[in-house]
């Protein structure tokens, strides 16, 4: 038998996965439409408004990406992503609120009758800054505020490094299953709560506000700034979305697939599996501080309830609710759920009149959600992206060729040809 019947050729990566195709062609129509149909650069039917709802949709995808990767592709039932998100957030939000006051004290000081020194300046910042929480000094986290490029590193590096060590210590004591979703929980937990501290540097539970004015940008108008926000946003989901599907997509996919269905056996294989948990818990941990970065410069304000532990139980049910196992899926279900929580909690859902009750949807919204996901879970485990496969008629393999290994099921040299 020749060389190339025994080791026939790899397919190309966007063969392998055409799902991929598929969504950013979509993003892509996506977003030339709002452009379009928005303020800043279109004919206006969309407000500015919106548009900041799409685009923190958009980020709110991304963030589902990373959750799917790590819980429907690994089996690591994260709740602590929304954490690294609000990391993301937190950092950017010290660079954007340093430097628009650094601008309103510099201007402000500049009629002087003599020339503020840079220690005025930046005492006046402090105070500007953290009088609200009875301080006048720059906490040591604040040592970088100044520097947009440090704190875009920031933004990068601190999820990071605290999914790392977080990783490190619970995967190599092979913590696994609800307690490892326990450990992660309380993470978050023991971090919302530090921040919502007044001395922790980060202005307690007043946060940081006012993100959504760009320092220097003051002359440019909201309607361009939403639009441009957007359109980084959906760049941001279609690179996360292409680096996950080429993630799955090869031979480290097939190894995170395994750990999540039987995860004894691929370390039995000889896979140093807490090197590939590791690795993803840290990547995706990275893509949620990314897209936190890009969510609250449009939000506009980031407190410690954004990322108390409630919210990482929202992502996961987005997750199951789009379906779990499919990039697509997840971010289906992070877009459905939150435009649709966006609608019934805005006061746009009009209440239903029983007579006896008045269902107003901002009070039942939590309710309809739970009710939604238990629904899905027990009736369509597969979530709304598997109703694409069912469109698509996707069905089983023709099984054919011979077996590739002992077992009944195995799989057939044809498969693994794909």
Not at 37 to 45: D, K, P, Q, R
Not at 113 to 128: K, R, Y
Request: charged share 10%.
């Amino acid at each position: 038998m020749s060389d190339i019947a025994l080791n026939p050729p790899r397919k190309p990566f966007v063969a392998r996965y055409p799902a991929m195709i598929v969504f950013l062609a979509i993003l892509g129509l996506f977003t030339a439409g709002v452009t379009v149909l928005a303020e800043g650069f279109g004919i206006g039917v969309i407000s500015t408004s919106f548009v900041k709802t799409l685009g923190k949709t958009l980020c709110l995808c991304m963030v589902a990406l990373a959750m799917d990767l790590v819980w429907g592709y690994c089996g690591i039932l994260s709740l602590g992503h929304m954490a690294f998100f609000g990391i993301g957030g937190y950092a950017i939000g010290m660079w954007l609120m340093y430097a628009r006051t650094e601008i309103i004290v510099a201007t402000s000081l500049a009629n002087a009758p003599l020339p503020p020194t840079s220690a005025e300046i930046s005492d006046g910042i402090a105070t500007q800054i953290f009088g609200v929480v009875g301080a006048s000094e720059f906490p040591p986290i604040w040592a970088f505020a100044h520097s947009f490029p440090l704190q875009l590193a920031a933004v990068v590096l601190v999820p990071g490094l605290l999914a790392f060590v977080f990783g490190w210590l619970a995967f190599r004591s092979r913590v696994t299953g609800v307690y490892l979703s326990i450990l992660t929980q309380a993470m978050t937990l023991a971090l919302s709560l530090y921040l919502f501290q007044n001395d922790s540097g980060l202005r307690g539970n007043n946060g940081l506000s006012g993100l959504q004015n760009l320092p220097g940008l003051d002359h440019v108008p909201q309607s361009t700034v939403s639009i441009l926000f957007f359109w980084a946003s959906a760049l941001a989901l279609a690179l996360a979305f292409m680096v996950c599907s080429w993630v799955i997509s090869g031979k480290f996919g097939s190894v995170i697939r395994a750990i999540r269905d039987d995860e004894a056996r691929v370390r039995f294989l000889g896979y140093s599996v807490e090197a590939y948990k590791l690795f993803i818990f840290t990547f995706t941990a990275i893509i949620a501080g990314i897209a936190g970065a890009l969510y609250y410069p449009q939000a506009g304000i980031i407190n410690p309830a954004e990322i108390a532990p409630i919210a990482s139980i929202y992502l996961a049910v987005w997750v199951a609710i789009g379906g779990r196992g499919k990039l697509y899926g997840a971010v289906i279900g992070a877009a459905f759920v939150s435009l649709l929580s966006t609608w019934f909690t805005g006061g746009q859902a009009p209440d239903i009149n029983l007579g006896f009750y008045t269902i107003q949807w901002v009070d039942w919204w939590t309710i309809l959600l739970g009710i939604s996901f238990v629904a899905v879970t027990i009736f369509a485990p597969r979530g709304i992206g598997g109703l694409f496969d069912v469109i698509a008629d996707r069905r089983a393999p023709n099984r054919h060729g011979a077996a590739l290994g002992p077992d009944a099921g195995s799989l057939q040299e044809k498969e693994a040809d794909k």
